[in-house]
């Protein structure tokens, strides 16, 4: 078992940034790929970044390539996602997620443990 709560979501203008953080505990944390995905009102969840369990590979959605920055501290047991730049399209709530074995790094249902989420609002 992994248990992920969310941080650092909050209302901010078009262009700005925000930077969320991801705190891990219970198994090792170390040993998770991790995720972080989004879900605005009345659509489906969706990919935004993933990074690899050593840190070493990280992969992005088109949608936000260029403008966030995931990254992880297994010291500290911690996932970020520096989100830079930010659109009124980027508003959803984003969630972290473990994903302990292998499989893609963009399917949601790979991924076995999951945060509660934190919201993000941008405005125009």
């Known amino acids: 078992q992994v248990q992920l709560v969310e941080s650092g979501g909050g209302l901010v203008q078009a262009g700005g940034s925000l930077r969320l953080s991801c705190a891990a505990s219970g198994r090792s944390f170390s040993t998770c790929n991790m995720g972080w995905f989004r879900q605005a009102p009345g659509k489906e969840r969706e990919f935004v970044a993933a990074?690899?369990?050593?840190?070493?590979?990280?992969y992005y959605a088109d949608s936000v390539k260029g403008r966030f920055t995931i990254s992880r501290d297994n010291a500290k047991k911690s996932l970020y996602l520096q989100m830079n730049s930010l659109k009124p399209e980027d508003t959803a709530a984003y969630y972290c997620?473990?994903?302990?074995?292998?499989?893609?790094?963009?399917?949601?249902?790979?991924?076995?443990?999951w945060g509660q989420g934190t919201q993000v609002s941008v405005s125009s």
């Open positions: 997620a473990c994903r302990s074995g292998g499989g893609t790094y963009n399917d949601v249902s790979q991924y076995d443990y």
């Open positions: 990074i690899s369990w050593t840190g070493g590979s990280t």
